[in-house]
């Protein structure tokens, strides 16, 4: 086996929530690229990225679920519906995120309660009912999306900074209790990229300068940018990769 090989997904089924825009649907048809059938969690459709996997000759299920109302209940069902209709589950990405912006001082708990459903109490039900599946199989792998701000303190985003620090260091008790299972639990942290959820830091001419100034490569990064990372993270080429963080950041955090 030639070292290309080890980042082949062939035969692969991999669930990747927030798959319909963004990073999401890059990183969703970064596996399909690589291989595996997609499984593709959004509160729509997966649109134009069901299109991409379809070209790239893999199979696209998607799975309408909104992680701001879901239950752990409900989580589980999402997995046991995906190893009904394609077989098996061997990667999920845990991607989706929601960010609410204002001031500490008026922080609202609607707002608190809402982030951490969505980006740390769905994220861990979701990899705890893969997780269940995947040490039955012998070996799966589960990449989380963490952040800068798991890291930083960041401004006007206490939850988000909250729930994304709390995904590292999720990621890094998965892998305590997994590893021994087969199951690699990863994670990969973006730096500012081109998403919605910073369309009001780009729209800001002073807060973009601010961060491009900071970034050592001098951009903004881009959702494709990740499609390396996901695929290294969900192929045998990251066997004895745990608890890891990648930072795709363009050097932010290196200045």
Known sequence: MGVLDLFKLDGKVALVTGASRGLGQAMAVALAEAGADIAALSRAGCGEAAGQIAAAGRTCLAIPCDLLTATPADLRAVVEQVVSRMGRLDILVNNAGIIRRAPLL??????????????????????????RVMAAQGRGKIINVASLLSYQGGILVPAYTAAK?????????????????????????????????????????????????????????????????????ASAASDYLNGAVINVDGGW???
């Open 106 to 131: 008026d922080y609202s708990e609607q707002d608190w309660d809402d982030v951490i459903q969505v980006n740390q109490k769905a994220a861990f039900f979701l990899a705890q009912a893969a997780a």
């Open 165 to 233: 620090s709390a995904i590292v260091g999720l990621t890094r008790a998965l892998a305590t209790e997994l590893a021994a299972k087969g199951i690699n639990a990863n994670a990969i942290a973006p730096g500012y990229m081109v998403t919605d959820n910073t369309a009001a830091l780009r729209a800001d001419p002073q807060r973009s300068r601010a961060i491009l100034e900071r970034i050592p490569a001098g951009r903004w990064g881009e959702p494709a940018d990740l499609m390396g990372a996901v695929v290294f993270l």
């Open 253 to 255: 955090l290196a200045r």
